[in-house]
């Protein structure tokens, strides 16, 4: 099992990036996607989530309003558009699978993770 992330990078405050995990279709079609983050120091933490049919969303509190998660099964990637960065948005950000059809928002509900991409808000 393998799960891609992509599309970090240093970015000024306010702007906007979209972040791409690319997954295996065998392992991931039939399950939830989820993101999280970890900054410098701190726990990781769930950001959004997307069922497997791509119906039903799940976003932590902070992200609702700037991030907006996204799956295309023709190319089996899941995607996490953030808009508006601010610089507590500093973190590795993380795509998961997880165990279940319908995304949760504990690290414990997913099996396979991915390394992981760098974003970089500067103020």
């Known amino acids: 099992v393998q799960l891609q992330a992509s599309g970090g990078g240093l970015v000024q405050a306010g702007g906007s990036l979209r972040l791409s995990c690319a997954a295996s279709?065998?392992?991931?079609?039939?399950?939830?996607m989820g993101w999280f983050r970890q900054a410098p120091g701190k726990e990781r933490e769930f950001v959004a989530a997307?069922?497997?049919?791509?119906?039903?969303?799940n976003y932590s509190e902070f992200a609702k309003g700037r991030f907006t998660i996204s799956r295309e099964y023709a190319k089996s990637t899941v995607s996490l558009q953030i808009d508006n960065l601010k610089p507590e948005d500093t973190a590795v950000y993380y795509c998961a699978a997880s165990r279940y059809s319908v995304g949760g928002s504990s690290v414990s509900s997913y099996n396979y993770w991915g390394r992981g991409t760098l974003v970089t808000v500067s103020s």
């Open positions: 279709r065998r392992t991931t079609s039939n399950n939830a």
């Open positions: 997307i069922d497997w049919k791509g119906d039903i969303t």
